[in-house]
């Protein structure tokens, strides 16, 4: 499948619209602090944000881990600039290039993910999750932000459906049924939920 940019239901919102996404009234509906709260890592945790766009969150995640590692990754190198500058001040983060199809991580690399208002705009959900649970570790988590303003909302029950078969289960949920963040842990894959409409992924 290949990714459509534009600001439609299931496109790639465009990086020439990036600055938006920095307006400094969105903390006021999405606070960077208290989405990277939701994660409940350590501070020497090594976490990835699929879908960073132009950093909005990234500064706040690379302050909760001083001791550790935050990789921030987006599939738009002009996104990526604009988060680069944002993370000047901070020697622990990098940025990189990236399909969130393809994730270019050894398995079980990082204690967590981080994916807000980006998985409906991934045109393979369920690759991306699948992903998403490869490169973490056994212990690790994912947390997902979602918020009605978005063109591309998820509902809970529908993020649940489709984040749980992919070897996670729901930790906790934060926030309202217009604007939460939901974080899974992972389970092993043969404890995950009977398989949806795609197969389980093989051992």
Known sequence: MTAEFGVGRGKVFPASKARSLLNPARRLV???????????????????????????FSPTLASAIPDGRAVLGDLQPEMLRLARDRLATHSNADVVQLDATRLPFG?????????????????????CLAECRRVLRPDGVAVFAESRRDGDFIRRSELCSIVEPRGFELDEVRGWSFEYTARFRCVPLD?????????????
């Open 30 to 56: 999405q606070s960077p602090g208290r989405v990277v709260d939701a994660l409940g890592v350590d501070a020497d945790a090594a976490v990835l944000e699929v879908g960073c766009g132009p950093g909005y």
């Open 107 to 127: 398995s079980a690399t990082f204690d967590a993910v981080l994916v807000v208002l980006m998985l409906g705009e991934v045109p393979d959900r369920e690759r």
């Open 191 to 203: 404890e995950a939920l009977p398989p949806g409409p795609f197969p389980r992924p093989t051992k």
